[in-house]
C-alpha cells in the first residue's frame, strides 16, 4: 500500500476510534487544531508522564515547572521572537496556494537526496557483499554532481536565512526551478516575511488594554523563572528545569494531521551549565534523548538525528531527533545548546541579573543552557503511525481476513486490560464486574459483553488494548480465566486472583523506565 494510503487510513482510524477529532467539526472544523477524543487523551497523558517521569523522576537535578500561558510582551522581544519568529512565505500566483520558502527549498534537497539514495540502493543490490558504499557515494558521477548540487544550494539557503535575504530565498527557488506542487507552475511573488505569534489584549478596554502574545514555546516561561528556581530549590548546577504545556503559532501551512497544528503541546527541558561544557551536555543529552525514544521498541532503523548545518545565531550546536513516518523522515525533538543567549536577554531587557553564583569558583555567571524540546502531538504522531498495523489472517477455511491493530506499548495504551463474559447469563457477568472492580484501582479497564468474542477482540485491537481477559463456565469451577494477547493473540488461562501482580508488571512505567 502507498504510504500516502497508509497515511489517511491512519487520520481516518484515529477519528472512527475516539483518539483523534477535528476541532469545531460540526461547524466544518478549525484549520490545523484538533481535539483528542477519550482514548486519544488517555494515550496523551501516558506519553506525558512518561517524559515527565523520565526528566523529573529519574533526575535528581531536574524539577518541575508549570508557567502561565500568558507573560509581560517584553519577554517576546527580549527573546527576539516579535522581530524574527517569522517564516519566509511565498504564493504562486496560480494556484494561489501560499507555501514557507524555506519548506518549498528543503522539500527539493529532499528530493535529490532521495535520488542519491535509489542510486545507492540499486548499486548494493548489483554488487552484493563487496560494495562500498562510502567510495561509491564519492566516485559515482551522477551522485557526485547530486550531492554538489545540494551542498551549493543549502550553502546559499544557509547564508540567505542567516542574512535574513528574502530575494535570495527567492533567487534559490528561481535558479532551481522549483515549481508550485498544485499548479506545476514557476509564476510566484516575492518572498515576504510572517510572524507566527498569536496576539490578544488583556484588561478592559475602558483601562487601557495592552497586547500580549499566546506563547509560541513554553521554553521562555523556564527561563524567566530561572532564578526563582534556582533560589527556592536552592539547586546547583548543573540542573534543569522541565515543563510541559500548551503553545501557539499561526503556521503558514498546516497540514498533515497533528505534525503542525496551530494549537498543540510541547515538553520542555533547559538544562543550566557551567559555560564551557555546553557541547559536553549536549552530547550527553543527544544520546539520553534518542534512548528515550527507542526504548519504545519501534525499531532504531527508524530513527536518525539530522544535525543542523545552519545554527541560529544563538546557538552552537543543534540537532533534531526525526522518525520515520509514513509521509518521511521528519522532526519529533530538537535539542540545542543555546548558549547563554536567552538569559543574557532577560537580564538586559528586565534589569536583573540573571546570574548564578557558584560557590566552588567563588564567582557569578550566567549559565549555559542545553535545551530538549519535544512536541507531545508529534510524539503521539510518532506513536500511532509506528503502532497501526493490518495484518493478513489466514482463517481455518483457507479465507483471509484483515486485522486492524494498535500495536502500542502496554504502558501507553489508553485500555489495559479488557474484561468480557463469555455470555451474558449464568453468573458470568457478575464475575467479569467484579473483576473490573477489583482491578479499576491499578489500571484502566473495560468491561465489554456486547457481540461475538471475536468482535469484541478486534475492537479492543483497534483501539491497542494490550490484555483481554475472557470469563467462561470454567471460571465458576476454578476461578481461572483465559488471558489473551493482542500482539501474538495467543491465550493462557490464570488465576483470577493472578490478574493484578501479570497485569501490573507487564503494564507498568517502571519496566520502560528501568531501559533508560
Ligand atoms: N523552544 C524550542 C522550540 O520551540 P521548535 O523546534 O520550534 O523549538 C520544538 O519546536 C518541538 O515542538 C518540535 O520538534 C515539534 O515536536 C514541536 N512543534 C513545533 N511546532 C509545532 C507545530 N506547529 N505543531 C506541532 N508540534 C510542533
Not at 543529552?285 to 519504545?296: D, F, G, P, Y
Request: aromatic share 12%; glycine share 6%; proline share 3%.
Amino acid at each position: 500500500m502507498a504510504l500516502e494510503d497508509v497515511f489517511k487510513k491512519l487520520v481516518a482510524h484515529c477519528k472512527e476510534y475516539g483518539y483523534v477529532f477535528p476541532s469545531s467539526e460540526i461547524y466544518d472544523g478549525l484549520s490545523a487544531v484538533y481535539d483528542y477524543g477519550q482514548y486519544g487523551v488517555e494515550l496523551k497523558n501516558n506519553i506525558k508522564k512518561y517524559w515527565w517521569d523520565s526528566m523529573v523522576l529519574l533526575n535528581d537535578n531536574i524539577v518541575g515547572l508549570d508557567s502561565a500561558i500568558f507573560m509581560h510582551p517584553t519577554i517576546w522581544k527580549a527573546s527576539g521572537h516579535v522581530d524574527a519568529f517569522n517564516d519566509p512565505l511565498i504564493d504562486n500566483k496560480d494556484s494561489k496556494k501560499r507555501y514557507r520558502a524555506d519548506v518549498l527549498i528543503e522539500e527539493h534537497i529532499a528530493k535529490i537526496e532521495d535520488k542519491i539514495n535509489k542510486e545507492v540502493e540499486k548499486a548494493k543490490g548489483r554488487f552484493g557483499e563487496t560494495f562500498d558504499e562510502q567510495k561509491f557515494r564519492e566516485t559515482n558521477p551522477r551522485v557526485v554532481a547530486n550531492q554538489a548540487k545540494i551542498d551549493e544550494i543549502n550553502t546559499r539557503f544557509s547564508v540567505a536565512m542567516n542574512d535574513t535575504n528574502l530575494a535570495g530565498i527567492k533567487q534559490i527557488i528561481v535558479d532551481n526551478e522549483i515549481v508550485c506542487p498544485v499548479s506545476g507552475t514557476r509564476n510566484w511573488t516575492d518572498v515576504r516575511q510572517f510572524n507566527l505569534m498569536f496576539a490578544t489584549e488583556i484588561g478592559s478596554t475602558a483601562e487601557g488594554a495592552s497586547k500580549v502574545y499566546l506563547r509560541p514555546e513554553t521554553a521562555q516561561g523556564i527561563f524567566v523563572n530561572f532564578l526563582n528556581v534556582q533560589k527556592t530549590g536552592r539547586m546547583k548546577l548543573p540542573f534543569g528545569i522541565a515543563q510541559i504545556g500548551k503553545a501557539f503559532r499561526n503556521e503558514i501551512v498546516a497540514r498533515q494531521f497533528i505534525f503542525r497544528m496551530r494549537e498543540f503541546e510541547q515538553m520542555e527541558m533547559q538544562f543550566f551549565v557551567q559555560p564551557g561544557t555546553e557541547l559536553e551536555w549536549f552530547k550527553k543529552w543527544k544520546e539520553t534523548r534518542m534512548n528515550w525514544h527507542q526504548a519504545l521498541g519501534f525499531g532504531s532503523e527508524n530513527y536518525r538525528f539530522h544535525d543542523h548545518v545552519k545554527l541560529a545565531h544563538y546557538a552552537n550546536a543543534a540537532t533534531d531527533i526525526e522518525f520515520k513516518f509514513p509521509f518521511g523522515f521528519k522532526e519529533v525533538e530538537g535539542i540545542h545548546s543555546r548558549t547563554d543567549y536567552d538569559l543574557k536577554q532577560h537580564q538586559e531587557y528586565s534589569g536583573k541579573k540573571m546570574q548564578y553564583f557558584d560557590p566552588e569558583k567563588g564567582e557569578s555567571y550566567v549559565p549555559f543552557v542545553i535545551e530538549t524540546s519535544i512536541g507531545v502531538d508529534r510524539m503521539f504522531l510518532q506513536v500511532i503511525s509506528a503502532a497501526y498495523d493490518e495484518e493478513l489472517l489466514t482463517k481455518e477455511d483457507g479465507s483471509t481476513d484483515t486485522r486492524i491493530v494498535l500495536r502500542l506499548p502496554s504502558f501507553l495504551a489508553p485500555v489495559k486490560l479488557a474484561v468480557m463474559p463469555l455470555v451474558k447469563k449464568d453468573g458470568l457477568p457478575e464475575i467479569a464486574e467484579k473483576i473490573v472492580h477489583d482491578l479499576k484501582f491499578d489500571f484502566n479497564c473495560q468491561y465489554d459483553d456486547k457481540d461475538s468474542i471475536g468482535r469484541r477482540y478486534r475492537r479492543q485491537d483497534a483501539i491497542g488494548t494490550p490484555y483481554c481477559i475472557t470469563i467462561d463456565h470454567q471460571t465458576i469451577e476454578d476461578n481461572t480465566v483465559t488471558i489473551r494477547y493482542r500482539d501474538s493473540m495467543q491465550q493462557e488461562r490464570v488465576r483470577i486472583d493472578q490478574l493484578t501482580v501479570l497485569i501490573k508488571e507487564k503494564v507498568s512505567l517502571q519496566s520502560l523506565l528501568k531501559k533508560l
